[in-house]
């Protein structure tokens, strides 16, 4: 009899320890969901400010970066080097929207982000104006010392012909 009441305490004790990791992991979803979308929104600010250094920071220093050319970049350095390039030429009066469509938590540090974008004020390499582009991002995001950052940036657009294999 002493061991039924014994594993009846110990499962309500282990559904209760489950409820309440689950419920910390809830509420840790919505706290971390809410600052992976900072963290997007502070890039996107620095982006539309055109400031090289303060767009690369929302990149792990190890970071991936894929554009809408399928050019890769790898680093922090590389990536600032892109945006010192882009911004002071094709993209010095652009301006650049993203909507958070969904955010995945794949572990407590690392997210999957699916975001749609539109960007406009792009020049073509001859100066010319670029009709308003659109896409969606790709973006892993981890953890790390408290901050959410970019680890794998994929950026294809709308309309694009597929690459030639």
Known sequence: MIKIYLRTAASILLAFISFTISQAKAANTEADSVAVK?????????????????????YAEDADLTNMLEVNYHGRKEIEQLFQTIFATRLKNAHRTAVVKRIRFLTPTLAAVDCDW?????????????????????????????????????EPEYGLPAPAQ
């Open 118 to 154: 539109e960007m406009t004020g792009v020049v073509a390499n001859d100066g010319s104006a670029v009709p308003p582009r659109k896409g969606y991002l790709v973006l892993t995001m981890t953890q790390q010392d408290g901050r959410w950052l970019i680890t794998l940036f994929h």
């Open 38 to 58: 900072q963290a997007i929104a502070d890039w996107i600010e620095a982006f539309n400010h055109h400031d090289a250094h303060a767009t690369t920071m929302a």
